[in-house]
C-alpha cells in the first residue's frame, strides 16, 4: 500500500512551472508525479555520492597546493 503524500509549499520561478505544466500534459504525468521523480533522482545521486566517498575514504589525499607545488617543480606552471 502506498503511503499517503504530504503536502508541501514549493516556490518556482515562472518558466519552471510553466515547464513542468507542459510536460504534464505531454506526458500524462502530474506535476506532483514529476517533482517526486526529479527529488527521488537528486536523492539517489546524492546516495551514490557518498557510497563512492565512503569506498575511497581510505584512499590518500592530496591538498590543491601540493597539487600545485608538484606542477610548479615540474616546470608545469
Given amino acids: ?3 499517503a503524500s504530504k503536502r508541501v509549499t514549493v ?3 515562472p ?13 500524462e504525468y502530474s506535476v506532483s508525479e514529476l517533482v517526486n521523480e526529479a ?3 537528486a536523492l ?4 551514490l555520492d557518498l557510497e ?10 592530496i591538498t590543491f597546493e601540493k ?4 606542477l610548479r617543480k615540474d616546470g608545469k606552471l
Fill in 1 to 3: 500500500m502506498e503511503k
Fill in 11 to 13: 516556490y518556482l520561478q
Fill in 15 to 27: 518558466e519552471y512551472h510553466h515547464a513542468l505544466r507542459v510536460k504534464a500534459a505531454e506526458t
Fill in 39 to 41: 527529488v527521488q533522482n
Fill in 44 to 47: 539517489r545521486e546524492d546516495a
Fill in 52 to 61: 563512492a566517498f565512503e569506498t575511497r575514504a581510505d584512499e590518500p589525499s
Fill in 67 to 70: 597539487v600545485l607545488e608538484k
